[in-house]
């Protein structure tokens, strides 16, 4: 009598399954494409070619569009502007806008990234029906805004600059410095014309 074979195939699951995709590169890719093209240029049919998933893939695991794009938003915060948080923990206020903009400059000499700010392309450009997105972007804007401003302050009250410098208005300027150096960076300006910004913008600011 023959014995059985009590050798336990493997389970089909396992055989011949397919790789999963890597969340992490699919939010990279579409962040370069609502960074490219913006909120409303980003159709779902551009997304889901760089992304390389399948739109019921996209729902189930990102969720809708405006998901998405939050979800995008975190991570660019957290891989291109982290120089924000770095920047806040300088010893001086000096310290605090040498780190900003040198951080600024840096993110727009990436050849491997979009020139110009995620932040500024939604929020001063929106199509209708896209108010939410631009309210969001915005109130982003705002906190790290604020979050310069308390610095900033902090910084008057350790005497980091004469008192005849408003330490709101001071912080305000290095904001709009910045701004003004990524509309440049967005609209052709060269990697020296930016050096020159940044430098020219540091040798006015007051203090140590």
Avoid at 19 to 35: C, I, K, P, T
Avoid at 57 to 71: M, N
Avoid at 147 to 174: M, N, Y
């Amino acid at each position: 009598m023959t014995r059985p074979d009590t050798t336990t195939p493997p389970p089909a699951a396992t055989r011949g399954r397919p790789r999963q995709f890597d969340s992490d590169r699919a939010l990279a890719a579409a962040m370069g494409v609502f960074w490219r093209h913006g909120y409303a240029g980003a159709s779902i049919g551009t997304l889901l070619e760089a992304m390389g998933i399948s739109r019921a893939t996209l729902y189930a695991t990102f969720g809708d569009k405006e998901a998405l794009f939050h979800r995008v938003m975190d991570l660019y915060e957290r891989e291109k502007t982290a120089y924000m948080v770095e920047a806040l923990d300088r010893p001086t206020a000096r310290g605090v806008a040498e780190r900003i903009l040198h951080g600024t400059l840096a993110l727009q000499t990436d050849t491997a990234a979009p020139r110009g700010s995620m932040g500024i392309v939604h929020s001063i450009s929106h199509a209708p029906g896209d108010e939410r997105i631009r309210e969001f972007v915005t109130q982003r804007g705002l906190f790290w805004r604020e979050k310069l401003v308390a610095r900033i302050e902090q910084a008057a009250a350790a005497g980091d600059f004469p008192e005849r410098f408003g330490a709101r208005g001071l912080a305000l300027s290095l904001k709009a410095a910045t701004d003004g150096l990524l509309v440049a960076a967005g609209s052709g300006a060269t990697q020296a014309e930016l050096h020159e910004i940044v430098e020219a913008f540091l040798a006015m600011w007051p203090g140590r």
